[in-house]
């Protein structure tokens, strides 16, 4: 069985969502110790956003020589996620949304005849056959019965992603109100670090 992790953040050690992606990992490791585990840095290994010629050779057209390293790249992501049984997501809420390294990392995912089609019926996700679990964290108090419930585009963003690709039953480990104070903060902390070591085995 494998698993990938995935974090985002660029504050490194300092970072909330990291302590609980690798928590994540750590209980699923211990319950599971034949995991094979691969790890990808977005922000140590920065994907490239999507160019036009990107986009154009994804189409059939003739690629640019300079553009191969970042073919080999998009290449390699994709084979990571579909190889994978397990995806584990660290998360951060940067204004709102999610942060832009996590984004070129979806949008190498994300790809026609690999991880979603379409048919008759409309789009279909072909990638359901994984556990996805993601840990975020969020500067604020977002949820629906905040006045800026409005403005989150992390969570929901990411149910939407997923579910576009078939993966429905996303777990998410949140941390909400690191900036509040850092007494919010330890405390949110806390509370996602012991909802890790809870979770069920691989």
Known sequence: MKLLHIDSSVLGPHSVSRQVSAAIVDRLSQATPSLDLVYRDLTQTPLAHLSGSHLAAAQGAP???ELGPDLAAS???LNEFLDADIVVIGAPMYNFTIPSQLKAWIDRVLVAGKTFKYDANGPQGLAGNKRVIVAISRGGFYGAETPYAAGEHLETYLRWVFGFIGITNLEFIPADGIQVGAEHREKA??????AATSLRAA
């Open 75 to 77: 290449a390699a992501v």
């Open 189 to 194: 902390l806390a509370g996602a670090l012991e």
């Open 63 to 65: 690629a640019p020589a």
